[in-house]
Every structure is written in C-alpha cells, then in structure tokens.
C-alpha cells in the first residue's frame, strides 16, 4: 500500500457505491483519502442495478469500476484488502488494521461495509440468490413481470410481500411454509388479490438449466414457480464498528429479527467522535442510489468536520507567536523592575 506511513484525512473502509461516492466527495473537497475494499460487494450475484437514474441497467461491476476510476481521477487511493480492526488514538484520530497485519492511520473513519443477506435454510435458495430467487420488487419485479411467482413466507411480512409482488403479475403464489396461519383479514386480501396459499414445509426447489422451475415441498409435491421471493435477515457487517464500541441496533418486527444496523445521524454520524457510516451498514432499506446519496451526505459532513478543526488548528498556530511576545514582554518587565529595585538599594 502505498504511502503506508502517511496518515489520511479519511480512510474509507468499504468499496461499494456509498464509500466510493464519499471519496468522491472528500477528493475533490482536497482531502487525501484511501479506500480499503474487500471486494465482496452484496449485489455481486445480480445482473444489472436498477433504479439508478443516469445509469439504469448497468452491471454492478462496471458501475463499481466506473466510481473507482471518478475517486482516483481526484487523487483517492484505492486499495484491496479487508480491514479487521479499529482504534481510537489519543490524539483523536485512528489507526485500522486490515488482515495481514499493515496498519494505516487517519484523522476520520468512513464505514461501508454494507451487509450480509442471510438466507432461510432451505435447499438452492442459495445458488439462485440474485438470479431467479429474489427479495426487493423494485430491483427485480419488471425482471420477473407477468411469470409465476412465489412467496417463501418467513416473517410477519410474508403478506404483505405477496400483495406487493402482485403489482407485478397476477400469478403470486404464497408458500406458507413454517409461519404461523394467516388472520382472517389477510386471508380476505390475498383472496381478492388472486393469490393462492399453499400449506406445508417448503423443503427445497427444483431447477433445469440452472433455473428455477418449482417449489417442492416436504412431501413431495412440486408447484411450478419461476421466480421464489425470500426475506433475508439483514445483518451490518460491523466487526470494525464494534472495535471502535459501536453496538448493532437490532430491527424486529414483533419477535422476529428483520436485520441488525449501526445507528446514526441523518449524516451518517456515529456516537463515536470521528467516525461516520453510510449505506446499507446503517440503513437496511438502502438500495444503491440510496446509498451513493448517503456517501455523499457522509463525506460532505466529514469535511465540513474537518474544516471546524484546522480551523482551530490555525487560530492556536496564530495565536501562539503573540502569546510567546507577550510572555517576553512580561519576562523583560519583571526582569527590569528587579534591576530597579537593586540600583535604589544601592
């Protein structure tokens, strides 16, 4: 890495759309930045990013490399590698530890490390995740208009995701699976949406030239089903956080767990001087144009920080050489009355 002994204006931990948008930010704000990316972005499995106004359909990898080569045409540094650890220092900046034991230090932390999708347990869900087995109706839904779709209930929101996904296609599915029964009023409204229920366990899906043709259940019986939609649990990939004694806020839905996020403020600020977050390691929710406002929002906040303190700086610098010619002035004084007092005595 290069310049390993310098210590930035900001490190960013995390390569994803909201860390490279903050770089992008703090780069041309003239602020040395480097950008430690493990680069294992979360929408690596998906074909093409929606909803991302100027840039609809292009493929993850390429608008990650489109953001990498904006940063670094503004001087960010940009490193592979996966950042472990974090330490506040005494003087106020910090010093992160990557996996093989290098260290880099920085007067400011932004974190992006985004999150983890954890899948139900249910066999090849897995190897579909992003293709053909999908969550968010906004990213995927015209993907999958007008085919059979279903619904893996795993939550309290397992309603709600049908009568959602229906605005795509009136053929929606809803495999009950290990839920509770539905309330009289949710059956009603799947009822008059035209989306059918299936009781009994999901065991597993069945696919034909790597694509989804049906859900089998436990018992053998297979429904066709082109495209199966499952909610994940959301969880912050925060290990440096909580090196830093940041603490995961968990999201529930009466008892069950949606997903775990570091808490901030609307700038992505944490409860821990000096350290900031954005995208989907502190809001669950974010889709990808979300999360390159949030990096901007973040990087904009860190500077304006940073100009508060070598402002400081600058005033104490100033400050100093009239402090030592008063204090020398003073010196001469008291020096000058001791010469006084000892030609009066004489």
């Known amino acids: 890495m290069s310049g390993k002994n310098q210590r930035y204006d900001v490190v960013v931990v995390g390569g994803g759309t909201a860390g490279l948008s903050g770089a992008l930010a703090l780069s041309r704000a003239r602020r040395s930045v480097l950008v430690i990316d493990a680069g294992s972005p979360r929408n690596a499995p998906a074909s093409h990013v929606h909803n991302y ?6 493929p ?41 034991g290098s260290t880099v230090e920085a007067r400011r932390l932004l974190v992006t490390t985004g999150l983890v999708d954890e899948l139900p347990q ?38 709600h995701q049908a009568l959602l996904w229906r605005q795509w296609s009136d053929d929606v599915v809803l495999f009950r699976h290990l839920q509770a029964d539905f309330t009289d009023e949710e059956y009603e409204q799947l009822a008059a949406r035209g ?34 939609v499952v909610q994940p649990r959301f969880t912050a990939r925060s290990g440096v956080l909580e090196s830093l ?17 570091i808490a901030a403020d609307p700038t992505g600020a944490t409860e821990v001087p000096g350290v900031w977050v954005a995208g989907n390691v502190a809001n669950l929710m974010e889709q990808v144009i979300g999360a390159a406002n949030a990096g901007l929002k ?49």
Not at 72 to 84: Q, T
Not at 123 to 151: F, K, M, N, Q, T
Not at 248 to 261: S, V
Not at 304 to 320: K, Q, S, Y
Request: proline share 4%.
């Open 298 to 346: 973040a990087g904009s906040a860190m500077n304006a920080d940073l100009v508060t303190e070598d402002t400081g700086r600058a005033v104490a610098a100033r400050r100093e050489p009239f402090s030592a010619e008063a204090e020398r002035k003073v010196t001469e004084r008291v020096l000058g009355d001791r010469r006084h007092g000892l030609q009066e005595t004489r």
């Open 53 to 58: 106004l100027g840039r609809e359909g292009t």
């Open 60 to 100: 993850p990898s390429e608008l990650l490399a489109i953001g990498r080569a904006e940063a670094s045409g503004y001087g960010a540094e940009i490193v592979e590698g996966e950042a472990v650890a974090a330490e506040k220092l005494p003087d106020g900046g910090f010093r992160v530890v990557r996996e093989d």
């Open 122 to 159: 249910v066999e090849g869900l897995a190897e579909l995740w992003g293709s053909d087995v999908l969550h968010c109706p906004y990213c995927h839904g015209w993907e999958v208009r007008d085919r059979a779709i279903g619904i893996l209930a795993v939550s309290p929101m397992a309603v």
């Open 195 to 228: 989306i059918a229920v299936v009781d009994g366990e999901v065991a597993g899906l069945d696919v034909e030239d790597d694509r989804l043709a049906g859900v089998r259940l436990a018992g053998g019986t297979v429904i066709p089903r082109e495209a199966l």
């Open 245 to 261: 004694g940041l603490v995961p806020t968990a999201m529930e839905m009466g008892d069950h767990l949606i997903g775990t996020y």
